[in-house]
């Protein structure tokens, strides 16, 4: 009698992943690894339905707002009731091991989605239908489909890290520039800020080690007025730049990329491209500073990110990264993009502190009533997240007048407007006057008190 095999399968995960959302909520940590389909129980594939539905619509999830979300739905009784999901929530070894058991539950799905392609390939084989070159081409896509299942985190976990700095090791060794040991020396430090000592640390011992470290660096903008404000940019920091389409929010971050070109500037160009880019210093007359950018772009994805800051770090000492813009990192068409939005910022933050860089994001702000309002930081995209999380956010808008014929025209002259300054420095508005390619300071206020109430201080330049 021929044995009959079970499909690869591990409940004990199935249920303690469910159980760990049901106890601490933690759907924002494994909801780009797991799907419905990733369980192989359907009243398990119904509950994380349930659940990623109550995610969407922003409601609390626990035993009871979820056991009353299936009742609702005519579901409770085929999960097995509310006796289930407590079981469901006692069988949790500890919900600090989410992701482990996110990626057990997706390695099973991978094995059992692998094992039904073998078949089709197998049954395809034998039926002869389609022309061999045509079913391997659907093969390796099929193939490639697979693979993507056990490899569709976010972050960058600890073996990938592990893995990049293998890879930029070989790469350095093969390469033997004449920079090659500033760049082994660079990537030795890398690699011991990433793995740490796990021990506690004393007030004293900490402030100690403060006082050996070097002055902490300023990455100058080499505009007077807002250097005034916000004392410069700072490695750990997350600056967000912010306006409306055609605001010249991407110029101005040329600026700054020509100002603080001796800090080794990366750049991800996601709205326009590497070449499009270049060509705004060529319109301007403008010899393009030394700065670096990913020779291919991958949009959605932090890991990437991260693995090009490491990589930026290690061969270039880059200190400082542009991304424009948000939207290329946050789907605009997610049903959660508020919650999406924090993710992204939160880990943009993460990897600012742990890799001691800084990060400029460029935004754009939600529609306004009217083209001539000025934005402030509450009309950005996902505006709560990135100004909380962000250390700095500066808002630009052009200023409008009025033709010969009553009608409103945009003028060359910007707002550069420091509206949250969570550390260092005053927030204020500068005003900047776009000409000859170059952006020139004419006045600026600083507010000391919050923004809006300003007292003047002039600035000819």
């Not at 044995?3 to 909520?25: C, F, R, T, V, Y």
């Not at 996110?102 to 197998?122: C, F, G, N, T």
């Not at 505006?383 to 014929?405: C, F, G, H, P």
């Amino acid at each position: 009698m021929t044995e009959i095999k079970q499909p690869p399968q591990n409940i004990d995960a199935e249920m303690a992943l469910l159980g760990s959302i049901i106890l601490h909520d933690g759907i924002t940590q494994i909801i780009d690894i797991v799907k419905p389909v990733s369980f192989s129980l359907d009243k398990h594939k119904i509950i994380y339905s349930n659940i990623l539905s109550m995610f969407t619509n922003k409601e609390q999830i626990d035993l009871i707002t979820l056991s009353s979300k299936l009742k609702s739905c005519n579901k409770l009784d085929e999960i097995g009731g509310i006796s289930y999901l407590t079981e469901l929530s006692l069988c949790v070894p500890s919900s600090s091991n989410i992701k482990e058991y996110a990626k057990i539950v997706q390695d099973k799905y991978a094995r059992r989605q692998l094992i039904q392609l073998s078949e089709k390939i197998s049954q395809a084989a034998y039926e002869e239908v389609m022309p061999i070159s045509e079913s391997l081409a659907r093969t390796d896509k099929a193939l490639k489909a697979v693979e993507k299942i056990t490899h569709n985190s976010k972050r960058t976990g600890n073996e990938s890290i592990d893995v990049i700095i293998k890879e930029l090791e070989k790469e350095i060794i093969i390469e033997k520039s004449e920079h090659s040991n500033e760049q082994m020396s660079r990537l030795t430090e890398i690699a011991k800020r990433y793995s740490g000592e796990d021990r506690l640390v004393s007030s004293h011992d900490f402030l100690e080690g403060i006082k050996n470290q070097p002055q902490q660096l300023q990455m100058m903008t080499k505009f007077d007025s807002i250097d005034t404000l916000v004392r410069g940019f700072r490695p750990g920091q997350l600056i967000s730049i912010s306006a409306i389409a055609k605001s010249g929010k991407t110029t101005f971050c040329i600026e700054l990329t020509i100002n603080q070109k001796e800090y080794n500037p990366v750049w991800f160009p996601f709205e326009e491209g590497t070449e499009e880019l270049l060509s705004k210093f060529i319109e301007r007359n403008e010899e393009p500073p030394i700065f670096y950018t990913p020779a291919i772009l991958r949009e959605r994805t932090l890991e990437f990110i991260e693995r090009k800051i490491i990589e930026a770090i290690a061969k270039h000492d880059s200190k400082i990264f542009y991304i424009d813009n948000l939207d290329w990192i946050v789907d605009p068409r997610s049903q959660s993009h508020d919650r999406e939005t924090q993710y992204v910022c939160m880990e943009l933050k993460r990897m600012c502190v742990q890799w001691g860089v800084c990060i400029v994001l460029i935004a754009h702000v939600k529609k306004l009533d009217t083209s001539t309002k000025q934005p402030d930081y509450n009309d950005i995209k996902g505006s709560s997240a990135v100004y909380q999380i962000s250390d700095t956010v500066i808002m630009l808008w052009r200023e409008t007048k009025r033709n010969d014929y009553g009608e409103l025209e945009i003028t060359n002259n910007i707002n550069v407007s420091v509206q949250f300054n969570r550390k260092y420095g005053k927030t204020g508005n500068v005003k900047m006057l776009f000409d000859n390619g170059h952006y020139r300071e004419y006045d600026w206020k600083v507010n000391d008190e919050g923004f809006g109430d300003f007292s003047s201080k002039k600035l000819i330049k």
